[in-house]
């Protein structure tokens, strides 16, 4: 049975929050200040998950998606949410987390970082499916809640060059032998080139591989194939071609990747954060300066541009010897990099790293815990940048710096660097 309620607000994921009984439920497609009729798909001991079938009073924050998969597609939860107050909702989703787990509330809220909200994604991992009820190959993302791919030919946050290439990728799956064998296609799109790598678990025909070059050439993308795990990802065709990369134009630098390195999804909005976080950090000649999970130098290289010292720290030897490079390429002798584990930092491990001025930390989700308890109590950088995908584990690392380390929480803030999701990043400063 259906039901009519009140949504009281959004929750982290940009679900409606609504009372049924007093029971807590999520409205997937319902907006706070909205009266919905809902049909609820899921109950839980403490709380329900449903579905909005109805708006019955719209919120005027409410927009059009502009895709025609939307609701059905897994990749996007908040295209009927106007882009202005995505961002908002995205910053209190920051200040909540700070406050509730991290006890600290921000001396300065820094503006929201905003770039494109359409065809940004530069990156992206296509699911693909030979699905004989639909005549052949599927190429897209998952359903939402499901392991079923959408029947889709299109996709509005995709660069407008990847996105035409669904409908022909899905043509070409349905000529090849092995249709069945290819799990995924990831895309990769550089500044001069975009390149496909096709995840095979059987290898192409002759004929298969006849007509990949020729969907190649006449696409003009670059095909990579990965037989099993990621030492195994190599060029297919054509074989000469221009090299991936990204560019900070800020900083006079050309970065060179691989297309299964990570880099950022939404190259005007890393511009934009790289942008920032030099500005807190604030690096000068003479200093020396600690780029912790470095990757291929994406801060790294614009702090050494200062003149400061600065040593990059990454767990893969892989993106640790793509980041030396990068500073060759760029003529940065004031770059080193090295390999280690920051998962496992202790307090003498980090003392004979030798004393930094500052500190710019860029963490996966898991966070920087092991890195924050390891500082030191005396002769602590008196500065630290840290970049964010997960305000939860920024807030707590964030309660250890400011309740047990002697830090302040000078300035935080987001940004949108994946318009249209609830996924939040985030960049704060903290001086001591």
């Known amino acids: 049975m259906n039901t009519i309620v009140d949504i009281l607000s959004l929750d982290h ?73 995505q961002v908002a909702a995205k910053q209190r989703v920051l200040e909540d987390n700070l406050a509730r787990i991290g006890k600290v509330k921000p001396e300065v809220m820094l503006s929201a970082l905003h770039g494109p909200a359409w065809r940004y994604r530069t990156r992206a991992r296509l699911s693909a499916r030979w699905v004989d009820k639909k005549g052949g190959g599927l190429v897209g993302f998952r359903e939402k ?37 290819i799990p995924q296609i990831e895309v990769a799109v550089g500044e001069h080139v975009t390149v496909l790598v096709f995840r095979l678990l059987a290898p192409w025909t002759d004929d298969d ?43 006079g630098l050309v970065m060179p990747f691989k297309p299964t390195d990570f880099t950022q999804v939404n190259v005007a909005m890393n511009r934009a954060l790289v942008s920032r976080a030099l500005r807190l950090l604030n690096p000068q000649a003479g200093e020396r300066i600690a780029d912790l ?43 080193r990099f090295a ?45 630290i940048v840290y970049v964010s995908c997960d305000p939860a584990t920024l807030a707590r690392d964030a309660g250890i710096l400011v309740h047990a380390k002697g830090y302040r929480l000078e300035a935080a803030g987001v940004a949108n660097m994946f318009p249209h999701t609830a996924h939040v ?3 704060a400063l903290f001086t001591r």
Not at 20 to 27: A, E, Y
Not at 152 to 180: G, H, K, Y
Request: glycine residues 6%.
């Open 209 to 251: 591989a006849a007509r990949v070059r020729a969907f190649a050439d006449h696409h003009r993308v670059q095909i990579w194939e990965q037989e099993k795990g990621p030492d195994t990802v190599r060029p297919f065709w054509p074989h000469i071609a221009p090299e991936l990369s990204y560019s900070l134009p800020e900083f």
């Open 13 to 85: 994921e940009g679900h409606g929050i609504a009372r049924i009984d007093g029971k807590v439920t999520f409205v997937d497609g319902a907006l706070a200040g909205e009266r919905a009729e809902i049909a609820v798909y899921r109950e839980h001991a403490k709380y329900n998950s449903a579905n909005a079938i109805a708006i019955l009073k719209a919120s005027s924050q409410r927009a059009e998606p502009r895709c025609r998969y939307f609701g059905r597609c897994g990749g996007c939860s908040m295209q009927h949410l106007e882009i202005s107050a």
């Open 339 to 383: 390999v280690d584990n920051l998962f496992e930092m202790t307090p003498e491990k980090f003392s004979a790293l030798g004393r930094f001025d500052k500190l710019l930390i860029d963490p996966p989700r898991s966070g920087a815990i092991e890195v924050i308890k390891a500082l030191p109590e005396s002769k602590s950088p008196q500065r």
């Open 425 to 427: 990043e985030s960049i």
């Open 145 to 181: 809640r499901s392991s079923f791919i959408v029947d889709m030919t299109s996709c509005e946050v995709l660069t407008s060059d990847v996105s035409r290439l669904l409908q022909p990728l899905r043509e070409l799956i349905n000529e090849l032998s092995n249709a069945d064998r």
């Open 293 to 335: 999970f470095c990757g291929l130098g994406n801060f790294t290289l614009p702090i050494a541009r200062s003149g400061a010292e600065v040593l990059g720290i990454e767990g893969s030897a892989e993106l640790v010897a793509r980041a030396r490079d990068n500073a060759l390429h760029n003529g940065l002798a004031n770059a």
